[in-house]
């Protein structure tokens, strides 16, 4: 923002106040306007994206606040029993919101980590001196622009217990005696799958993202870096670690956010099992909602999820600005 | 320089690696969908099938009546009318947002735009409920309409923040130069701003318009015939029964996955400056 006021400023005239050209005060006016104007222009401009969304969401946002501490069993409009904090209590009481938090946390956690190790070595894999780098870019951008869904599918078909590719491949490598259940018996087998699913979908995101930030460092330190004696590896921890590091963190934060709202890859490829294996937060919220029609319990849950995020979106913030303040 | 050599064929042999790891499961999917139900279910697979077929895309193109393949060429319907509405809308009130973000002195600017960056972070489950609700009370449910009021209110705070990076981005004079030879603030975003800010303007709109494809929990709890389901959707319900019509599981997914890949690799120049412009300028 800064720097676009800067170069509006009149430069300082070098011939003294006096020759100021004429035109000047007059074309500064007509491009500022008023405060008061621009304001209200402001505000005209801003109108339609403000009914857009705060009309679908400021009104749901705050209804599902209150249903949280209300008792509502059916999804028609009735007066429900206040329950105050009933809800939560009860949620933070049991086991499945543990059990289900457990997988999440594993899930994000393993996931994220995952992406950002292999995004790091794609990134640099694609700013390499790689022959047809044109088409390794476009082959690597694929999994990002796969529909979720699909994604999710074609894993569950790719690790199906009885025709599966993998485990036809595994057989006929005789890296397996027999074919198995990648999805079907063991809970944490199946969990990890799924990250499998996620991890080859979403680390083109990460490394396209980390790729924009390897680009904004400056050559001559590499070459300086060279003529000191430095090999790849010190350079690598020396100069790129250090200077990708905001954006490490923000791709971090993103990731981990989108991470711990995870549901689309779960419901299409496990739809929460085997024996609630792989159950996470959003999907037990959706269950509780949606199939036990326990609305007030799946808004408490959401909520929870709110706070959780609400937290990561705060970090990812500061270090926005960080990242700001450091551009200008 | 030897070392240098290493390195180069080192890198090389990895972009291989990877093409391999990224293309193979796509290949998968696309073997699925072309050769015959025998040669999808014999055990161990043997790699080269006895049938090839287009009969399961003919079938989702062509087939008449109540079935899955027909049920999928409607989603697919849906899920681009849904996107395409989407987009129109979110990036016209976004454009125009994002201007006055980027470009006038207002109380509150700062606040406006982190109001708008919050509810893009708040989980849809959280709005899911209430939501739900009210839909049904407008009659909106299992609506194309109701879909895009949704996704509308997904898309445009992405497209708010990247429109008013972007345009911030800039230069300023043009746009002065522009208004010192007469034309309003208005004119000059119509005649001089929105043509330099194509690629920003393409990009941004390319982002929402997957954002909507891919879209799956809202849809999920909306829509319930063909009348609105979305691809993603279709697919799902598919999958979850069961079948063991994976053949045609897979050129629904091929079906699916088209417009957005070829929209990638078309535009990609646009969706990699898109994306340095997300993670750099934030």
């Known amino acids: ?328 | 320089m030897k070392a240098s050599r290493r390195y180069v064929v080192f890198v090389n042999v990895a972009a291989v690696v990877v093409i391999l790891v990224v293309l193979a499961p796509f290949a998968w999917l696309l073997y699925s969908s072309v050769v015959g139900q025998t040669d999808l279910l014999s055990r161990p697979l043997h790699w080269w099938p006895e049938h090839w077929t287009l009969s399961r895309y003919r079938e989702i193109f062509f087939g008449q009546g109540q079935n899955v393949a027909t049920e999928f060429r409607s989603a697919m319907l849906n899920s681009f009318l849904v996107a395409s509405g989407t987009v129109v809308i979110s990036l016209t009130v976004g454009v125009l947002g994002g201007y006055a973000l980027a470009r006038l002195r207002f109380p509150f600017r700062r606040t406006t735009l982190f109001a708008f960056l919050v509810t893009y972070m708040l989980p849809p489950i959280a709005l899911l409920i209430p939501l739900y609700l009210l839909v049904a009370r407008f009659g909106l449910l299992d609506t194309k309409t109701g879909l895009i009021i949704v996704y509308c209110s997904l898309a445009t705070p992405f497209s708010l923040w990247t429109m008013s990076n972007f345009l911030g981005a800039l230069p300023a004079e043009l746009e002065e130069a522009a208004r010192v030879d007469g034309l309003s603030r208005m004119g000059a975003l119509f005649r001089v701003v929105l043509p330099l800010a194509r690629p920003g303007i393409v990009a941004c709109g390319l982002f929402a318009f997957l954002l909507c494809w891919d879209e799956f929990l809202y849809s999920l709890i909306f829509t319930s015939t063909t009348n609105a389901k979305t691809i993603p959707v279709a697919i799902a319900e598919f999958t979850g029964r069961n079948a063991v019509d994976f053949g045609l599981i897979a050129a629904g997914g091929v079906l699916a996955s088209l417009p957005p890949l070829v929209l990638t690799v078309v535009f990609q120049r646009y969706f990699i400056d898109g994306l340095s412009a997300g993670a750099v300028k934030g």
């Open chain 1, 1 to 328: 923002m800064t720097r676009t006021v800067a170069t509006t400023e009149p430069a300082p005239p070098t011939g003294g106040a006096g020759r100021r050209p004429a035109p000047r005060p007059r074309r500064f006016a007509a491009l500022r306007g008023g405060p008061g104007r621009q304001a209200r222009l402001a505000l005209v401009l801003l109108l339609p994206a403000a009914v857009v969304v705060f009309g679908v969401v400021l009104y749901p946002a705050g209804r599902a606040l209150v249903i949280s501490f209300l008792d509502v069993d059916s999804p028609f409009p009735g007066a429900y029993p206040f329950v105050g904090l009933a809800n939560y209590t009860s949620i933070l009481s049991g086991d499945r919101f543990w059990i289900a938090a457990e997988h999440t946390l594993y899930f994000t956690v393993v996931s994220t980590g995952a992406e950002l190790v292999l995004g790091i070595g794609l990134a640099l894999l694609l700013a390499a001196p790689v022959k047809f780098r044109w088409l390794l870019r476009s082959v690597v951008i694929l999994p990002w622009a796969l529909p979720t869904i699909v994604n999710g599918a074609m894993w569950r078909w790719i690790l199906n217990a009885e025709y599966g590719v993998l485990n036809s491949v595994l057989v006929q490598l005789h890296l397996q005696s027999d074919y198995r259940s990648w999805l079907g018996t063991d809970p944490f087998l199946a969990l990890n799958m799924v990250i499998v699913a996620d991890v080859w979908k979403n680390t083109s995101l990460v490394a396209f993202f980390l790729l924009a930030g390897l680009q904004t460092i400056p050559r001559e330190l590499y070459e300086s870096a060279r003529v000191d004696g430095a090999g790849p590896v010190r350079s690598f921890f020396r100069i790129t670690l250090p200077l990708l590091t905001p954006t490490i963190a923000i791709v971090l934060v993103l990731r981990t956010i989108e991470a711990f709202k995870v549901f689309d890859i779960v419901y299409v490829m496990t739809g929460g099992g085997p024996a609630n294996g792989t159950q996470t937060i959003t999907f037990l919220t959706y269950l509780q909602a949606f199939s036990a029609q326990r609305f007030s319990v799946g808004a408490a849950l959401a909520y929870l999820t709110v706070l959780a995020i609400l937290v990561l979106a705060m970090i990812y913030l500061r270090l926005l600005r960080q990242n700001e303040m450091r551009a200008v």
